[in-house]
Structure formats: structure tokens, C-alpha cells
């Protein structure tokens, strides 16, 4: 198994040292997916953490191995050779990685079904930017809403391309994320996933006609149920338009509530 392709390793020390003092981890479980050459890792264990490092690349395990053999030996630096989206996790308390641009979505939304306190993660500039359009706006997706149902986003630092090897094409932002449980009761968390990414995977489709195109997703029945259910005025709208309240109506109503 080979490291992704777009793993940039981020060189730039200001940057480094920023990062991992956005969040106090002095004695707490630290979790790092793609350590790469351990510049981060060395942050993190320097300020107190006891960190569990995700690497895919088994030639990085390997160095990582040899340059934290004292922090391994001690019990402070866990490495985990393996990919991050299905590895098996030992429990943690924070999340700080430098996530490949390639597996952001996948790997996020894994950690907020895991669960953590804090995360401080980069990703590229524009992926961000969609993690928090607002909606109705035209940013606004399926990963818009799932991150903002069960968590809030905050920018913290923008980083050019200089500041990696290789450099990549594009920025980067290190943001925030902490979670918190949905602002609108949600009957069915598995249905909920569910409509949103039916709903966002026909966005150009009213909600009525993208619900019936779900029907390898949902039983019919449950499909006419809700749509007999809910307002006209939600039916004829898109799903780029609705707020997190009305994805939760709709589920809700699929789910027999």
C-alpha cells in the first residue's frame, strides 16, 4: 500500500509550531493521520502529548520508527501503519493532522462518527470553504451539511503552497472543528446521511422529484409517505436552498416520524 499521491509535507516551522498550539495538549491522546516525516509529531510530543500516528506509507513507518525510537520505547508515540479511513483507532482525545487532500471527505466525516473534543486539521483551501458555506449558498453541498449538522468550523490560519514539499497546486487552511450534537432533533442518523446524499446527488432536482429518485436507496412506500407529509413549498424547492432544520424534517418524515 503506497502513500497518497498528494501527501505534501508541510516544512514551513512558524507553521508547524502554530498548529500545534492551537490546542492545549499537554497530557492528552493526540491523534495524527499522515505524520509523514514526523515534523508535526515532534510539535505535538514536545508540548506534552501523547500522540497515536496514522501512516499508510510503510517506508515513513519505517523512518518514523527509527527517528521516535526513544518516544516509542517510552510509551508517549504510538505508530499505526495503515490506512486512516479503515484502520482500527485506539481511543483518543484531539485530532491534529495534515489530512491528503484526496481522502479529506472520507476521513472526516469517519472521525465524527468516531468522536473527539477538539480536531485542528488542514485541508485544501477550497474544500474548506465548502465545509462551511452557509446555505443557499452556491459552495453549499452534502459535506456543508453533514460537517455543520454535527459540528462547528472555524478558519484559523491560511497557508500557501510554499510552505509544503512538494508544493501543491493550491492553499491550504488549518481549521477548528469541534462537535456538538445536531441543533434539530434527528429521529434516524443513518436516514439522515441518507437524504442528504440523495438530495445533493440530483442537486439540480426539487426535493420531491430527488426523493423519488432515491428509490434504491428508500422503500417507495416511505418515499410517498413523506412527500404526502411534507409542505408544497419545501417539495418545489432545491436541496442548495434548504437549512439544516428542513434536511431534518425531510428525514424525519422518511424515517415514519
Known amino acids: 500500500m503506497s502513500a497518497p499521491k498528494d501527501q505534501h509535507f ?17 497530557g492528552r491522546r493526540v491523534l495524527e493521520i499522515g505524520p509523514g516525516e514526523g515534523i508535526l509529531t515532534r510539535a505535538l510530543l514536545d508540548r506534552g502529548a501523547s500522540v497515536i500516528a496514522v501512516e499508510v506509507d510503510p517506508a515513513l513507518v519505517e523512518e518514523l520508527e527509527v ?3 526513544g ?34 471527505s ?9 468522536g473527539f473534543e477538539v480536531a485542528i486539521l488542514m485541508y485544501q483551501k477550497e474544500f474548506a470553504q465548502r465545509m462551511i458555506a452557509p446555505p443557499g449558498t452556491p459552495n453549499v453541498g452534502r459535506l456543508s451539511v ?72 428508500f422503500p417507495p412506500q416511505a418515499i410517498e409517505r413523506a412527500i404526502a407529509d411534507l409542505p408544497d413549498d419545501l417539495l418545489q424547492r432545491r436541496p ?8 431534518a424534517t425531510i428525514a424525519n418524515k422518511m424515517s415514519g416520524g
Open 240 to 247: 442548495e436552498d434548504l437549512a439544516l432544520e428542513e434536511f
Open 146 to 217: 453533514m460537517v455543520q449538522t454535527y459540528a462547528s468550523v472555524k478558519p484559523l490560519l491560511d497557508l500557501s503552497p510554499s510552505s509544503f514539499r512538494p508544493k501543491p497546486q493550491v492553499r491550504s487552511w488549518v481549521v477548528r472543528i469541534t462537535p456538538h450534537e445536531p441543533p434539530y432533533p434527528i429521529a434516524d442518523r443513518e436516514v439522515y446521511a441518507d437524504v442528504v446524499r440523495v438530495l445533493f446527488s440530483h442537486r439540480r432536482k426539487t426535493v420531491r422529484k430527488g426523493l423519488r429518485s432515491g428509490k434504491d436507496t
Open 10 to 26: 508541510l516544512v514551513n516551522k512558524r507553521a508547524v509550531e502554530k498548529i500545534a498550539g492551537f490546542v492545549d495538549v499537554s
Open 67 to 69: 527517528t521516535f525510537a
Open 106 to 114: 472520507k476521513i472526516t466525516f469517519r472521525l465524527l462518527e468516531i
Open 71 to 104: 518516544e516509542i520505547e517510552e510509551g508517549r508515540l504510538e505508530i499505526i501503519r495503515g490506512d486512516a479511513k479503515k484502520v482500527d483507532i485506539p481511543p483518543f482525545d484531539i485530532v491534529v493532522a495534515n489530512l491528503p487532500y484526496s481522502v479529506s
